[in-house]
């Protein structure tokens, strides 16, 4: 598979996922904030309107997820 922003931030969300079902809060609010930096960092490789759109999405949730473990 290729080492892309987005399987990168896919992995990310993978993991935080992984992290929250053993209670591990502080693992899974990063991981959450690195799958959002990839999904922002993704959006500079197209230039597609609807997939700007669902990046900003997935965006716009791990950093709203990684938020609400911080508190």
């Known amino acids: ?8 931030a896919h992995a990310f ?7 929250e079902e053993k209670e591990l809060w502080a693992k899974a ?4 904030f690195r799958a959002a930096e990839q999904f922002l960092s993704a959006m ?6 609807e997939a700007i759109r669902t990046l900003k999405l997935l965006y716009a949730n ?7 473990l911080q508190r």
């Open 1 to 8: 598979m290729e080492d892309t922003p987005v399987n990168a």
């Open 29 to 32: 609010m990063e991981a959450h």
């Open 44 to 49: 500079n490789y197209t230039s597609d309107p």
């Open 62 to 68: 791990h950093t709203r997820q990684g938020k609400e």
């Open 13 to 19: 969300a993978n993991a935080a996922e992984e992290f």
